[in-house]
């Protein structure tokens, strides 16, 4: 996942991209915490005024039905959704949006 986000970030100034991290823990003190949204990407980036909600997974990988209802939203939103799976994929993408 990192050298995914690293050649992400390779887009410069003009992309902003964080790691979503979705999922729950058990607190400090034991209190049980949900976060993120279920079914989110993996990545977020905002380049040049537009969304992509990128999900990275394995070659051999399976996109759940939560996360085939977010990438639904993040579409009909507008924004763009992106499947990655592995690190060279990352850079052709980068190369794609760069143009």
Not at 28 to 43: I, S, T, Y
Not at 60 to 74: F, M
Not at 85 to 97: G, L, P, Q
Request: no cysteine; proline share 2%; aromatic share 10%.
């Amino acid at each position: 996942m990192s050298g995914v986000i690293s050649t992400l970030k390779m887009l410069g100034s003009k992309a902003m991209v964080w790691r979503n991290n979705v999922g729950a823990m058990r607190a400090p003190g034991g209190a049980f915490v949900k976060f993120g949204e279920a079914g989110a990407a993996d990545v977020f980036m905002v380049y040049r005024g537009k969304f992509y909600g990128i999900e990275i997974k394995t070659k051999d990988g399976k996109i759940s039905p939560a996360q085939l209802a977010w990438r639904t939203r993040v579409l009909s939103a507008g924004g763009v959704y992106v499947l990655l799976t592995s690190r060279a994929d990352a850079m052709n993408f980068v190369s794609v949006i760069r143009e």
